[in-house]
């Protein structure tokens, strides 16, 4: 089980959606009920719906912004 995304069984599990219907795949479907249930997920190059386990646990789901870095001998000068 992968710490940081949920598994395509859970996603499954979440949406209620196991199998593609009426011409529309799995994922298509599951794509659709993520959006109505305003979950925020990303589409992997496969076409999946990729779900942070964060997004599910409570967690910040957006990964947050890390300020700029720069080696202290360029920032003074």
Avoid: C
């Avoid at 990303?42 to 870095?69: D, M």
């Amino acid at each position: 089980m992968s710490d940081l995304f949920l598994e395509p069984d859970e996603i499954a599990k979440l949406t209620g959606i196991r199998g593609g219907h009426k011409g529309k795949t799995r994922e298509a479907r599951q794509i659709a009920i993520l959006k109505a249930q305003k979950v925020p997920f990303y589409v992997n190059a496969a076409g999946r719906p990729i779900v942070a386990r964060a997004v599910i646990e409570g967690g910040k789901a957006e990964p947050r912004a890390v300020a700029s870095w720069e080696p202290g001998v360029m920032a003074h000068g």
